[in-house]
């Protein structure tokens, strides 16, 4: 069974960082993609990056470009997002996702960042403050 448990959401003040992890298990880590994802209540989940872990390639959205990234430990099956130079606007529900690393009309799974990502961690709560 694919689990997968982020942490690591807390209050921080606009321009700190905070680092997020998802620990997962129940499937090959090397052969799939985790993503993180935010929701924000009213509005639908934002995928803002991805890492194929096969090749640690990584992806991002230009919304946290240059901010947030993405890496992985496949010895502990762990993804981590660290998060710099937060702003309140990226207060947020955080997840992460997990599929098998696929091909999608030309191009990574894991680089369009959609939301349908088959395995979803419950959500962790980042909230920023100004």
């Known amino acids: 069974e694919v689990q997968l448990q982020a942490s690591g959401g807390g209050l921080v003040q606009a321009g700190g960082s905070l680092k997020l992890s998802c620990t997962t298990s129940g499937f090959p880590f090397s052969t799939y993609a985790i993503a993180w994802f935010r929701q924000v209540p009213g509005k639908g989940r934002e995928g803002i990056s991805c890492i194929r872990n096969g090749d640690e390639d990584t992806f991002y959205a230009d919304s946290v470009k240059g901010r947030f990234t993405i890496s992985s430990d496949n010895a502990k099956n762990t993804v981590y997002l660290q998060m710099n130079n937060l702003k309140p606007e990226d207060t947020a529900v955080y997840y992460c996702?997990?599929?098998?690393?696929?091909?999608?009309?030309?191009?990574?799974?894991?680089?369009?960042?959609?939301?349908?990502?088959?395995?979803w961690g419950q959500g962790t709560q980042l909230t920023v403050s100004s």
């Open positions: 996702a997990a599929d098998v690393d696929t091909y999608y009309h030309g191009t990574y799974y894991c680089r369009t960042l959609y939301p349908e990502f088959r395995s």
